[in-house]
């Protein structure tokens, strides 16, 4: 059975830092790409990165710069850094397994969503 797992939301001041993970069943994770998507309220989900299989990054403009994807093979793990957080990084994170490279990237499984929001 395919599980994803999100953890480490939650509130945090303008300019602070978060770091999500998300734990993974084993087989769909290693010949997966991965990506964090996230939804406000009031709007559409977005992709917010996506890692290929190869470990190549990529990110939404909104983000590049601040925010860092990363998986861990060894651990069935992929994580999001989150840094100098805005306001408008508020929204529900949630974790995803698709099929994906450098330009490219299709969701297949979704976790349940981690909540961030980002206020003083």
């Known amino acids: 059975q395919v599980q994803l797992v999100e953890s480490g939301g939650g509130l945090v001041q303008p300019g602070g830092s978060l770091r999500l993970s998300c734990a993974i069943s084993g087989s769909i994770f290693r010949g997966n790409a991965m990506a964090w998507y996230r939804q406000a309220p009031g709007k559409k989900r977005e992709l917010v990165a996506h890692i290929t299989s190869g470990n190549v990054p990529i990110y939404a403009d909104s983000v590049k710069g601040r925010f860092t994807i990363s998986r861990d093979n060894a651990k069935n793990a992929m994580y999001l850094q989150m840094n100098s957080l805005k306001p408008e990084d508020t929204a529900v994170y949630y974790c995803?397994?698709?099929?994906?490279?450098?330009?490219?990237?299709?969701?297949?499984?979704w976790g349940q969503g981690t909540q961030v929001t980002v206020s003083s």
């Open positions: 995803n397994a698709g099929d994906g490279g450098s330009d490219y990237y299709s969701p297949v499984h």
